[in-house]
């Protein structure tokens, strides 16, 4: 696809259940970020793949959070065991380099509802 | 803690006005700071960015005003026009792999 593409784009589960949400890059672009976004807030940093490794993690919020990345493309962040306050958009943006300077492009997010 | 501050909140301007839209930042060590624009529904889409070897960068009708002495920097959309209605977020980063700091958001809303 020509931009970064997330599904679901929208999900709601109860509280306790385990949610999937999947990311697909632009293709080439090395570098991949979750960011969460929360009703009238920025957007919160949540972590930070270079090819497949992830060496930013520290914007998880609990060990409740996970995320994976295969080939080099694909995505997926997990939320085990999900609470009220993971209610938010969650965010992909893939960059062509590493660096700053990258420009993110965004996807359009996966909102996710917890009842 | 927030490492950027932006205000305000809101915008109204009216068509053909200046939207000015302020950001303040606490660590030195930030040497990138882009601003996205964000539409409902929509992914933020990077609009300008600036690095602090300049003071000031224009592209169109957006401008980024830089101070680095008082680590505060700014979006200036001159000539408004309704089609600027949306979300603008202001960011810094630093170091070798982009991770943002973002601000709050400031949503504007163009009148006709």
């Known amino acids: 696809g020509a931009g970064v593409s997330q599904s679901p784009s929208n999900k709601v589960t109860e509280k306790g259940k385990d949610v999937e949400l999947r990311c697909d890059p632009i293709s080439g672009h090395t570098a991949l970020y979750w960011y969460r976004q929360s009703l009238g807030q920025g957007l919160e940093f949540l972590i930070y793949f270079q090819g497949n490794s992830a060496p930013d993690k520290s914007g998880l919020p609990s060990d409740r959070f996970s995320a994976e990345r295969t080939g080099g493309s694909v995505s997926t962040l997990t939320i085990q065991r999900t609470q009220q306050e993971d209610s938010a958009v969650y965010l992909c943006?893939?960059?062509?380099?590493?660096?700053?300077?990258?420009?993110?492009?965004f996807g359009e997010g996966s909102r996710l509802t917890v009842l | 803690q927030q490492q950027v501050k932006q205000s305000p909140q809101s915008l109204i301007v009216q068509k053909g006005g200046i939207s000015i839209i302020n950001c303040a930042y606490e660590n030195t060590a930030f040497d990138y700071f882009p601003w996205y624009q964000q539409f409902p529904g929509k992914g933020p889409a990077l609009l300008i960015a600036?690095?602090?070897?300049?003071s000031e960068k224009k592209e169109g009708r957006f401008t980024i005003s830089f101070n680095k002495s008082a680590k505060q920097f700014s979006l200036h959309i001159m000539d408004s026009q309704p089609g600027d209605s949306a979300t603008y977020f202001c960011?810094?980063?630093?170091?070798?792999?982009?991770?943002?700091?973002f601000g709050a958001g400031t949503q504007v809303v163009v009148t006709p």
């Open positions: 600036i690095r602090p070897d300049v």
């Open positions: 943006a893939s960059s062509l380099v590493q660096g700053a300077t990258g420009e993110l492009f």
């Open positions: 960011a810094a980063s630093m170091g070798s792999w982009g991770k943002f700091q």
